[in-house]
């Protein structure tokens, strides 16, 4: 692997972790009530899991395993971004404007996600 290719691997993952933690930070600023603490409970399961799951994938076994780790990590912030939305709906967190940087991230990291996954598609059915 080269060094440019190594560190875009990198970068990517680092951004998943920045996510991550951005979400975690986000999950404990909703209210301390019922709903605050369901939807913060769910956010940070699904938010959180796309980094692992990355670092999964760069180890997977064959690139039906690749892909199939990829789209998990792009469910998971299809996930998000639904938890995310209903936040900004109920006005959870006021001013919903502090959501809209970290709804911009994923919807960035889902649309990287998309292309990674319909690119190692192609490259499979070329190989076979």
């Known amino acids: 692997m080269t060094e440019e290719k190594e560190d875009k691997t990198y970068d990517l993952e680092d951004r998943l972790i920045d996510f991550a933690v951005r979400i975690i930070r986000m999950a404990e600023s909703l209210p301390k009530t019922r709903v ?9 399961r699904c938010g959180t899991s796309p980094a692992p799951n990355y670092g999964e994938a760069q180890s997977a076994e064959s690139r039906a395993d690749f892909i199939h780790k990829m ?3 792009l469910k998971e912030l299809r996930e998000t971004r639904v938890w995310l939305i209903m936040i900004v709906r109920a006005k959870l967190i006021k001013p919903v404007s502090k959501l809209d940087s970290l709804i911009q991230e994923n ?3 889902i649309s990287i996600f998309v292309t990674s996954t319909k690119t190692a ?3 499979m059915k070329r190989i076979s």
Do not use: P, T
């Not at 605050?36 to 940070?44: T, Y």
């Open 71 to 73: 789209k998990v990590c």
């Open 107 to 109: 919807n960035e990291l």
């Open 121 to 123: 598609k192609k490259v």
């Open 36 to 44: 605050g603490n369901h939807i913060a409970g769910q956010l940070i």
